[in-house]
């Protein structure tokens, strides 16, 4: 007990709330568990200030890092949302927040798997129709090598795995962004769109509640808005301010 009030100490002074999430007391596994799980080509300290806000509101936070630019989804999908439910432990309901590349990890899977154990599910910024941008660039110098394998099946073609995913069978929410700091990937997405993916291609058929950010792709996990959204879904299955 001493160790870990040391190392929840130290996590508050540098500034890691990674670590701060990942040693919280469990309080007897009586605390609900969120997985989060970061986008291509980015890590799990992407979702440091995420982690750290649901794990303030009493939350058990697995923050799960991935090889996202390595392997193809049908391999990075097993790989990072099994490593979630393990660090979760038990049988108990388990909750996802996903940015990107994240979300399309989590329906793989639980299209193929028993998603029994899954709670709510909130998806940042996630393709569900493909990204136009990955057909119109992929074929430029060294977007394989930026994106990996599973960044060639983000897009609208025969690879895209969104397309070929019907809509879950949990419950979920989608926030999507509306402001780029990508000009020239913007350039060849409809409008409004986060800098990587549209507006319109983050919707999916049974969404639980809908939501539109000033946000851009890049950061829209570390939006205090969309932090607060996020708290608010996974307590109440809506976006909408509870009012007692």
């Known amino acids: 007990m001493k160790l870990a009030i040391v190392l929840i100490a130290l996590a508050l002074l540098s500034g890691n709330s990674r670590l701060f999430a990942d040693t919280m007391p469990k309080a007897g596994g009586s605390a609900a568990c969120v997985v989060l799980l970061h986008g291509l080509a980015r890590t799990a300290q992407s979702m440091d200030e995420m982690a750290g806000a649901l794990s303030a509101a009493g ?88 994106n990996g394998p599973a960044g060639l099946q983000l897009g609208k073609g025969e690879e895209s795995i969104p397309l070929n995913l019907d809509p879950p069978d949990f419950e979920f929410a989608v926030i999507a962004g ?9 350039a060849v997405l409809p ?27 890049a950061y829209i996990m570390q939006d205090h808005k969309v932090i607060e959204l996020v708290q608010r879904f996974l307590t109440h299955g809506s976006f909408a301010e509870v009012v007692d």
């Open 178 to 186: 509306n402001r780029s700091i990508d000009p020239i990937t913007s």
């Open 59 to 146: 939350y058990r936070v697995a923050n799960i890092s991935y090889p996202s630019r390595e392997h193809r989804i049908e391999e990075l999908a097993p790989m990072a949302v099994e490593e979630g439910l393990e660090r979760c432990g038990g049988d108990a309901t388990v909750h996802f927040v996903t940015h990107s590349l994240g979300g399309i990890l989590v329906r793989y899977y639980f299209s193929k798997n028993d998603s029994s154990r899954v709670g709510r599910v909130v998806m940042l910024a996630p393709p569900n129709q493909g990204s136009a941008a990955v057909d119109a660039m992929q074929d430029l110098v060294g977007f394989d090598w930026l």
């Open 191 to 217: 409008n409004p769109d986060d800098g990587k993916v549209s507006v319109a291609d983050t919707r999916l058929a049974g969404m639980a509640d809908f939501r539109v950010i000033t946000v851009s792709h």
